[in-house]
C-alpha cells in the first residue's frame, strides 16, 4: 500500500477542461503502472486512463478516448489526467491507482490495482 493523493476535482461547465494531479511517494510514478478510474454513486467504478511508467502503452476508456489524456512527471512524483471537452456525464469521483506492477493490468481487474487515492470530485453542469 502506498499514499496517492489526487486534487485539481471542481465544478465546471460543459466543454469546459480540468486537469487532475496524483502525487505519489518516491518510487512509484515512473516505475508502476498508473490509472484513472471514476465511479458515479451507485455504479460500478468506470477505468478512465492508465499508463504504463514509460509511457510505452497508454489507454483509454471508451467514452473518454479522444478527450482526455494521462500524463506522468517523473521528477515531481505526479501523474494527472487532462480532461478537455467536458460533458455533464463525466461528472463523479476520480480515483488515482496503482498496481505496484510495470503491465497495468484491464480495467476490469479493480482488484489487481493494489493501491487507492481518496479521490476528487469532479462536476460537470450543462
Known amino acids: 500500500q502506498v499514499q496517492l493523493v489526487e486534487s485539481g476535482g471542481g465544478s465546471v461547465q460543459a466543454g469546459g477542461s480540468l486537469r487532475l494531479s496524483c502525487a505519489a511517494p518516491?518510487?512509484?510514478?515512473?516505475?508502476?503502472?498508473m490509472a484513472w478510474f471514476r465511479q458515479v454513486t451507485g455504479k460500478e467504478r468506470e477505468g478512465v486512463a492508465r499508463?504504463?511508467?514509460?509511457?510505452?502503452?497508454?489507454y483509454y476508456g471508451d467514452s473518454v478516448q479522444g478527450r482526455f489524456a494521462i500524463s506522468l512527471d517523473n521528477a515531481e512524483n505526479t501523474a494527472y489526467l487532462r480532461m478537455n471537452s467536458l460533458k455533464p456525464e463525466d461528472t463523479g469521483m476520480y480515483y488515482c491507482?496503482?498496481?505496484?506492477?510495470?503491465?497495468?493490468?484491464?480495467?476490469?481487474?479493480?482488484?489487481?490495482?493494489?493501491?487507492w487515492g481518496h479521490g476528487t470530485q469532479v462536476t460537470v453542469t450543462s
Open positions: 518516491p518510487g512509484i510514478v515512473g516505475y508502476q503502472c
Open positions: 499508463i504504463q511508467p514509460d509511457g510505452s502503452s497508454v
Open positions: 491507482a496503482t498496481s505496484l506492477t510495470w503491465l497495468c493490468p484491464s480495467f476490469g481487474l479493480t482488484a489487481r490495482y493494489k493501491s
